[in-house]
């Protein structure tokens, strides 16, 4: 198992259409092409045998490496320290356009800083999740891999007058892959450009890699000075920022919940998903997060990429939404199983598609409302069509709000009346209400309100438990959720309400393990899986934000300020923290860093204004 790095020992660049992991030891581990959730083309994270990677190192064991990025963009630096120099390795993916396209490059560019060092660059890549084979070809200017209809080419970086023997390239055929060495001394650069679909080698010269690299820089420094965010956490919101931009599939707008799957949230367990898929649920939060910074042209990427999933259901007599699409809208998610991986430290089974698609979780609806409604109060007004939709999901919503469904956690073991279901059905009837009401609209408002009134005080009556002195899980336990931690936050309850203290309080002494936030007991909620998992670094942001809410603001910047110790070397979050740490599940997590930039945000204004000051971020 020591041949598996750990989670947290990644860095992540990408395109804007597809990303990768590059490890600390120069590994290129994970990464699918032509987009996030094609299948992968390295995936030794998954698989040190079969998974395919793309490594470069110094050819000698005795070395220290460290990693960082470039200030304020995506462009990934990996350091080696040896007794005779110190390398580079500068790895980014030139940005893609607006419009999907086969063709992506990740350009591996290195550089000697001091003194000389001889490199050596493994390259297996493993087409289709490793079962497909591939041949290889190689010509006086790089290599091509080719297998069934896929095409990756390596460019080499040299001198174009100059063989590669001459540039002290030497080229090594291992059966089908390809392993090569190169010295460079101080001052001299040189590199590699891998190329989905990019056709027969060429050489690239050292400035053609230079300006790619100053352009990426320039890309992600204007997009990031457009940020108004300038509070007491700029360079970690900064840092999560980024990384949500990175998981944004740019043709649509939509951003996956992270782009990788398979990744545990127990290692050597069974709680391993595919997160390489847009959610409702989190797409949604992320409004609230680009807003906050002030990205409307984000923001009003994914709204319309909301809107044209509710019109291709509308007039259907089957749910308004899925709870998960592909990046392009689609949603074909059959869920199989690669039994030939085994997964990251034993970890199986490892999962592409998500059976939980077809799940039903009404608090999806809420959500998107609330994000629409946000949207709204930022200048980004739905149409004609979109609200008409809109209000046709409300009137379903009105119809099937009081049924068992399976809940934000997408739960496998059956399903409940969720409580936190119904405090996002009243989230999701409340914000219609107050956008017909605002914009003059059309919409059955009189029912809204009525079936507003029946969820509010339902959740009163049956989510509150007396003996325990919280509202729970769901009517019929006396289980504590940290989903409810949003009930404050949506504006459900108000934070100084007493029964809301007390729930806090119950949290407090039950969820919470050092400032880290457990989402739920599995021990005590049966979920349908077998283990156990982390702390999950949403809760724990959302956390932050009900303490400051209510009234608790030294212990919400002791928690945040803890947070932040358990980012990874570059500021990066997965789904959960492990007992002693570790960073567990798929990584990086959008969940996260988007509550993260949330809970800064509100944090910041309470702490700058007093406790109790009016602030919209949520949607309030």
């Known amino acids: 198992m020591d041949r598996y790095p750990n989670i947290a020992d990644h860095g992540l660049i990408g395109d804007l259409h597809t990303a990768a992991l590059v490890a600390t030891d120069g590994t290129i581990d994970f990464f699918c092409c032509p987009r996030f959730d094609s299948p992968s083309v390295f995936a030794s994270l998954l698989d040190a045998d079969r998974g395919g990677h793309f ?28 007794p005779d120099g110190v390398g580079e390795v500068h790895d980014f993916m030139p940005v893609a356009g607006p419009t999907p396209t086969d063709r992506h490059r990740l350009v591996r560019q290195l550089k000697v800083v001091r003194g000389t060092m001889r490199f050596v660059v493994d390259l297996q890549p493993r087409f289709d999740y490793g079962r497909k084979p591939h041949k290889l070809e190689i010509t006086p200017d790089g290599a091509v891999f080719q297998s069934d209809g896929m095409e990756l080419t390596m460019h080499a970086v040299a001198t174009p007058d100059q063989t590669l023997e001459k540039e002290g390239i030497k080229l090594e055929r291992h059966g089908d892959d390809l392993r090569w060495t190169r010295t460079l001394r101080e001052g001299q650069t040189g590199g590699v450009v891998l190329e989905w679909a990019g056709g027969a080698p060429r050489r690239i010269a050292p400035d053609e890699v230079e300006r790619l690299l100053e352009e990426s820089a320039y890309f992600w420094r204007d997009w990031l000075h457009q940020s108004r965010y ?58 609230y997060a680009l807003l906050g910074l002030g990205y409307t042209e984000e923001a009003a990427a994914f709204a319309v990429w909301l809107r044209d999933r509710a019109s291709e259901s509308a007039g259907s007599s089957g749910r308004p939404l899925k709870i998960m699409y592909r990046v392009d809208g689609s949603s ?12 990251w430290r034993g970890s199986r089974p490892v999962r592409i598609g998500n059976g939980a698609a077809d799940q039903l979780q009404l608090d999806i609806y809420g959500e998107a409302m ?12 739905a149409g004609h069509q979109g609200w ?44 219609a209400i107050k956008l017909a009401t605002r914009r003059g609209r059309p919409g059955n408002v009189a029912r809204w309100v009525i079936e507003r009134d029946h969820v509010y005080n339902q959740i009163m009556q049956r989510g509150w438990n007396p003996k325990v002195g919280a509202f729970t899980q769901h009517y019929s336990t006396e289980v504590l959720d940290s989903s409810l931690l949003m009930m404050p936050l949506m504006g459900f309850v108000a934070p100084s309400d007493p029964m809301w203290l007390s729930t806090l309080k ?30 999950f670094s949403l809760c724990t942001f959302w956390y932050v934000d009900a303490l400051a809410r209510s009234g608790r603001l030294d212990d919400a910047r002791l928690v945040f300020e803890k947070m932040r110790t358990y980012a990874n070397h570059l500021g990066l979050y997965s789904e959960e923290i492990g007992s002693t740490g570790d960073q567990l599940g798929n990584f990086p997590q959008a969940f996260s860093h988007l509550s993260l930039i949330s809970a ?20 309030l």
């Not at 509100?602 to 406790?611: A, E, F, K």
């Open 332 to 343: 074909d998610l059959v869920e199989e199983t690669l039994d030939h991986f085994e997964g």
């Open 506 to 535: 119950a949290m407090d002494r039950e969820l919470v393990s050092d400032s880290l936030v457990y989402r739920y007991n599995p021990g005590a909620s049966p979920d349908g899986l077998a283990g156990d998992e982390g702390t």
């Open 230 to 287: 300038t509070g007491r956490w700029r360079d970690t919101v900064n840092r999560s920022a980024i990384t949500l931009k990175l998981m944004t599939y740019r043709p649509t707008g939509a951003i996956v919940a992270a782009p990788t799957t398979g990744l545990p949230e127990q290692a050597g367990g069974e709680r391993n998903w595919d997160y390489r898929y847009t959610w409702i649920r989190d797409g949604s939060f992320s409004i």
């Open 55 to 82: 490594q470069i190192r110094p050819d000698r064991d005795d070395y220290v490496s460290k990693q960082l990025y470039f200030p304020d963009t995506a462009n990934l630096i990996t350091r080696f320290l040896t």
């Open 370 to 381: 609330d994000s629409v409604y946000l949207a709204d109060a930022n200048g980004l007004q």
């Open 388 to 431: 008409t939709e809109l209000a046709g999901i409300l009137d379903w919503l009105c119809d099937n709000w009081d049924q068992p469904d399976e809940g934000i956690w997408e739960t496998r073991g059956g399903q409940k009346d969720f409580t936190y279901g119904r405090l996002q059905t009243w989230v999701a009837l409340d914000r």
């Open 600 to 619: 800064a945000i509100n944090l910041d204004y309470q702490l700058d204004h007093g406790v109790g000051a009016p602030h919209v971020v949520a949607g």
